[in-house]
């Protein structure tokens, strides 16, 4: 299998990609706007970007286009770093200096506007130095915003690059924003950006409506293949927001992207969404180790160097690991042992055993299942040392929440082997595919 290699963020782009026209004129799909090319709905064709072109992202179309759509408005941003143009300026900045358009408020998710925040921690209300703009936040006691954050907005306007898996809480931010907004009489415009896992790839269950949290807040799969804006039509759409409340929503498209893209293709700059996705391929692992992570089991590399690509702990035999999951010749996917020790987090300052993963093809690996292979060799390793059996009640809530799901470990736990659990993991993803492709913007 050929390994994985790293490329310069701002690589040249020879793929055939959609090209977008920056016109001003919307066109109505679904129920929702889409900035659109002048002529007619033009971004899947198949027209190639110059070289060392970028995709780029709705925010730069935006512009383009003379803010039209934001032109004589009160503005509430939700954003954070990632929200960037292809030369790093922030898209606060970008509004606060565009011309009748009035940044009258800015709303923070997890971590913060600026970043300044750790993860997991609440967010204050604050003012924003650098603009002087009130900051509202998202992601303490209040995760959805209020009519009083609201009464000098006339509309939402959503710019964050997600990662692709439905935990990762920006999404569910972005869902009760939409709530708010539909409620408040206000609109909502998403700014869109890539799915950094691209947009064909569907993995898991849907959550079931006990299991509903901030971290599984919709019915979608563990990796739902749609980008932020794509996800905002599906959700609107479908009636899936509270109450089946509907938002006056518009997306601004990228141009240049299509579905089968890794965000190294794109050419874009990669600002690191949380403290430990510091690059596009630490996205690819996230949703392949993540769940694992809620058991504090084994080490997923959190507090080492490389987040969510390994496993381990001072008692697993590195090789023995490594050699028993080669030999399940999972698609697309190998293994090789690492010994390391984390500078913080679980085990800190403990010498490690474990794997480190490769994912070879993207396109063909199981990537939420890796973690269940890996659970899988090491009970057989270890029957004492089972993934479950010294896990915490509150452990095992988040981790079936993340699973949206009792029925992901209660199956798996049966006999501890991927053949139990995946049936039910995959029953959903052909319907949801075929219910959300409705909803696409790229080819």
Same mark, same amino acid.
């Given at each position: ?24 004129? %919307?066109? *109505? /799909? ?29 925010? =730069?179309?935006?512009?383009? $286009? ?17 929200? /960037? ?23 923070? @998710? ?9 993860? #997991?921690?609440?967010?204050?209300? *604050?003012?924003?130095?650098? %603009? ?17 954050? &609201? ?20 999404? $569910? ?34 959550? *079931? ?5 901030? +971290? ?11 980008? @932020? ?23 601004? @498209?990228? =141009?240049?992207?299509?579905? $089968? ?10 600002? &690191?969404?949380? !403290? ?8 690819? &692992?996230? !949703?392949? %180790? ?10 997923? #590399?959190?507090?080492?160097?490389? !987040? ?5 702990? !001072? ?15 999972? @698609?697309? +996917? ?43 060799? &090491? ?12 896990? %915490? ?14 029925? +992901?470990? *209660? ?26 492709? /409705? ?5």
């Amino acid at each position: 299998m050929q390994k994985i290699k790293m490329t310069t963020l701002f690589s040249a782009i020879l793929l055939s990609l959609a090209a977008i026209s920056c016109g001003n004129n %919307t066109t *109505e /799909i679904n129920g929702d706007n889409v900035t659109t090319a002048s002529d007619n709905r033009n971004f899947t064709s198949k027209n190639r970007l110059t070289e060392n072109e970028a995709v780029r992202p709705g925010i =730069e179309v935006l512009r383009q $286009s003379g803010f039209e759509a934001l032109k004589g408005k009160r503005v509430g941003l939700i954003t954070n770093p990632t929200g /960037i143009d292809n030369k790093l300026k922030s898209t606060i900045d970008i509004l606060a200096e565009a011309p009748e358009v009035k940044l009258t408020a800015l709303f923070a @998710p997890e971590h913060g506007v600026r970043g300044n925040y750790v993860a #997991g921690a609440s967010v204050a209300n *604050e003012t924003d130095e650098k %603009t002087g703009v009130q900051v509202f936040s998202l992601h303490g006691k209040t995760r959805k915003p209020t009519a009083e954050m &609201l009464k000098n907005v006339d509309v939402l306007v959503y710019d964050i690059q997600d990662i692709g898996t439905r935990s990762y809480t920006f999404i $569910s931010t972005m869902g009760l924003a939409m709530e708010a907004a539909a409620e408040n009489g206000k609109e909502f415009i998403v700014l869109d950006r890539p799915n950094p896992l691209g947009g064909n790839k569907v993995e898991g269950n849907l959550v *079931e409506p006990a299991s509903r949290s901030f +971290v599984s807040q919709y019915p979608i799969p563990y990796i739902y293949g749609l980008t @932020p804006g794509e996800l905002a039509r599906f959700l609107n759409n479908e009636g899936l927001l509270k109450n089946g409340v509907k938002v006056k929503l518009e997306v601004i @498209p990228m =141009e240049g992207w299509h579905r $089968s893209m890794t965000f190294a293709e794109t050419g874009m700059p990669w600002v &690191l969404p949380s !403290p430990h996705i510091p690059d596009p391929s630490t996205s690819i &692992l996230y !949703p392949a %180790t993540g769940i694992m992570g809620e058991l504090d089991y084994v080490s997923i #590399g959190v507090g080492y160097t490389l !987040p969510f690509k390994l496993t381990g702990a !001072p008692w697993i035999d590195a090789q023995t690991l490594s050699d028993r999951l080669t030999a399940l010749n999972i @698609p697309g +996917v190998e293994f090789r042992p690492i010994h390391y020790k984390p500078f913080y987090a679980l085990y800190k300052g403990e010498n490690l055993n474990g794997v480190e993963i490769y994912v070879t093809d993207e396109a063909k690996a199981p990537l939420s299942l890796i973690q269940f292979y890996i659970m899988q060799e &090491l009970a057989a390793m270890y029957p004492d040392r089972k993934a479950f059996g010294k896990a %915490t009640q509150s452990r095992l809530n988040m981790f079936d929440k993340v699973c949206g799901s009792p029925k +992901v470990r *209660e199956l798996f736990t049966k006999n501890y082997k991927v053949s139990d659990l995946a049936p039910f993991w995959d029953k959903d993803t052909d319907s949801f595919k075929s219910r959300s492709e /409705i909803y696409y913007l790229y080819k």
